[in-house]
């Protein structure tokens, strides 16, 4: 007991090499500090990961959302094909889509129907050649997608109409042209005009003129992630044809009136084809954009989720094999008088390092991946501060669980245990 006494008087430059010895040879520092190298490199590709997996989840996210002009839910289509020997002529064609149209509306769970040869979310379509009358033209094309639409088109898919009026049931072939025109085209061909009564015609000499009618809000016509174009609205009783898509407005769950809805067009003519049954909600999950943005978003989060879980994991090895090499410097500072409290900030403060060193690694290399990933994100900056500091605190985060349970052990040894086997 009296041989311990000496001890308490040593000056703290004696003790210090008892308290900084992590072990009794260099090898296992030369393994704690290439473990905490790697540590600093996983932690650093986590944060990499997650950061490209939060852009694109937050990319998806906003382009589920855009705004598409038009109510989606509750919404119906249905492709209708009919024979071309059955309807030759427009005429033809004209009273085949209205049977069809006052069909459907009559089904049971049916609010309102309209067609169109292009649904929204999908593609440019057929594009047409235009000129403004009136104003002086040297031969240049306005080249701009348009789209054949039926009278209560615009009602059923809910646009929103600025200025004018909708098609009219009697505005066929017989009748002067019309057409209706989005906000982009306004905007591009009519500056600081109303476009409302303004002509517009085709390129040939001899091409009548038509006039615009009605001003709608741009409707999401191609890709969800791309701008608004100029686009063009004709009746389709005035340009009939066999090929046309129904887009049915019902009070209900719109898959189960799919079967009604084709039931009912095959008894007006059974020879007619009618394929790709869908809601609109479908179309615009199922789109071509949302699929590379969703599967870019899962592929990557994979990764970001297996580097975190590794991360994490090699974190508690590194402390954990620390705690154990400095077992004898944890007994003696306790055995001089250390609290609980002092040793687990000892042993956070390392694994609190090494998350610092990887998460600001991984920060700068995130800004440096995100520059990549640029051409993937819709409406995300590469940059994006709360994603960058959502994944930083997830990394902290991690890397405190993984460091409490070696941190606890340290605080648990007993100080002559460690000191006896020593």
């Given at each position: 007991?009296?041989?311990?006494?000496?001890?308490?008087?040593?000056?703290?430059?004696?003790?210090?090499?008892?308290?900084?010895?992590?072990?009794?040879?260099?090898?296992?520092?030369?393994?704690?500090?290439?473990?905490?190298?790697?540590?600093?490199?996983?932690?650093?590709?986590?944060?990499?990961?997650?950061?490209?997996?939060?852009?694109?989840?937050?990319?998806?996210?906003?382009?589920?959302?855009?705004?598409?002009?038009?109510?989606?839910?509750?919404?119906?289509?249905?492709?209708?094909?009919?024979?071309?020997?059955?309807?030759?002529?427009?005429?033809?064609?004209?009273?085949?889509?209205?049977?069809?149209?006052?069909?459907?509306?009559?089904?049971?769970?049916?609010?309102?129907?309209?067609?169109?040869?292009?649904?929204?979310?999908?593609?440019?379509?057929?594009?047409?050649?235009?000129?403004?009358?009136?104003?002086?033209?040297?031969?240049?094309?306005?080249?701009?997608?348009?789209?054949?639409?039926?009278?209560?088109?615009?009602?059923?898919?809910?646009?929103?109409?600025?200025?004018?009026?909708?098609?009219?049931?009697?505005?066929?072939?017989?009748?002067?042209?019309?057409?209706?025109?989005?906000?982009?085209?306004?905007?591009?061909?009519?500056?600081?005009?109303?476009?409302?009564?303004?002509?517009?015609?085709?390129?040939?000499?001899?091409?009548?003129?038509?006039?615009?009618?009605?001003?709608?809000?741009?409707?999401?016509?191609?890709?969800?992630?791309?701008?608004?174009?100029?686009?063009?609205?004709?009746?389709?009783?005035?340009?009939?044809?066999?090929?046309?898509?129904?887009?049915?407005?019902?009070?209900?769950?719109?898959?189960?009136?799919?079967?009604?809805?084709?039931?009912?067009?095959?008894?007006?003519?059974?020879?007619?084809?009618?394929?790709?049954?869908?809601?609109?909600?479908?179309?615009?999950?199922?789109?071509?954009?949302?699929?590379?943005?969703?599967?870019?978003?899962?592929?990557?989060?994979?990764?970001?989720?297996?580097?975190?879980?590794?991360?994490?994991?090699?974190?508690?090895?590194?402390?954990?094999?620390?705690?154990?090499?400095?077992?004898?410097?944890?007994?003696?500072?306790?055995?001089?008088?250390?609290?609980?409290?002092?040793?687990?900030?000892?042993?956070?403060?390392?694994?609190?390092?090494?998350?610092?060193?990887?998460?600001?690694?991984g920060l700068i290399a995130s800004l440096a991946a995100g520059t990549l990933l640029r051409g993937l994100l819709f409406s995300v900056r590469s940059w994006d501060i709360p994603t960058l500091a959502a994944v930083a605190a997830v990394l902290a985060i991690a890397a405190?669980?993984?460091?409490?349970?070696?941190?606890?052990?340290?605080?648990?040894?007993?100080?002559?245990?460690?000191?006896?086997?020593?």
């Amino acid at each position: 007991l009296f041989s311990l006494t000496p001890a308490v008087h040593l000056s703290r430059s004696e003790i210090r090499p008892g308290l900084t010895e992590g072990s009794r040879g260099s090898t296992g520092n030369a393994w704690r500090h290439l473990g905490s190298k790697l540590i600093v490199i996983e932690l650093a590709t986590a944060m990499v990961l997650l950061v490209a997996a939060g852009l694109l989840g937050k990319s998806l996210y906003r382009l589920l959302r855009v705004d598409v002009g038009f109510e989606a839910d509750r919404l119906l289509m249905l492709q209708v094909a009919a024979p071309r020997s059955s309807y030759a002529n427009g005429a033809q064609a004209a009273a085949f889509a209205r049977r069809v149209l006052d069909r459907i509306a009559g089904l049971p769970g049916v609010n309102s129907v309209g067609l169109t040869t292009d649904i929204p979310i999908s593609h440019w379509g057929d594009t047409t050649w235009f000129r403004i009358v009136g104003r002086p033209w040297h031969g240049e094309h306005n080249d701009t997608p348009e789209r054949d639409v039926s009278p209560g088109y615009f009602t059923t898919i809910g646009a929103r109409l600025l200025r004018g009026r909708y098609f009219l049931e009697n505005e066929d072939a017989s009748k002067p042209r019309v057409a209706i025109v989005n906000r982009a085209l306004a905007q591009q061909f009519f500056p600081g005009q109303d476009p409302i009564g303004q002509q517009i015609s085709g390129l040939a000499s001899d091409a009548k003129p038509i006039q615009i009618i009605g001003l709608i809000e741009n409707i999401k016509e191609g890709a969800l992630d791309t701008a608004n174009r100029p686009v063009l609205y004709f009746p389709f009783n005035q340009t009939p044809a066999s090929y046309f898509i129904l887009v049915v407005r019902t009070s209900q769950a719109g898959e189960s009136l799919l079967p009604s809805i084709s039931s009912a067009v095959h008894r007006i003519n059974p020879a007619v084809v009618t394929a790709g049954g869908a809601t609109m909600n479908e179309r615009i999950n199922d789109s071509q954009s949302a699929y590379l943005h969703r599967s870019s978003a899962w592929l990557v989060g994979s990764f970001a989720v297996f580097a975190l879980l590794l991360g994490a994991i090699g974190l508690y090895g590194v402390v954990a094999y620390s705690v154990s090499q400095r077992t004898r410097e944890i007994g003696i500072r306790m055995a001089l008088g250390a609290e609980r409290a002092s040793v687990y900030r000892l042993i956070l403060r390392e694994a609190g390092r090494l998350t610092a060193l990887g998460v600001a690694t991984g920060l700068i290399a995130s800004l440096a991946a995100g520059t990549l990933l640029r051409g993937l994100l819709f409406s995300v900056r590469s940059w994006d501060i709360p994603t960058l500091a959502a994944v930083a605190a997830v990394l902290a985060i991690a890397a405190l669980f993984a460091s409490f349970l070696p941190a606890r052990r340290a605080a648990a040894v007993n100080p002559v245990e460690a000191l006896r086997a020593e």
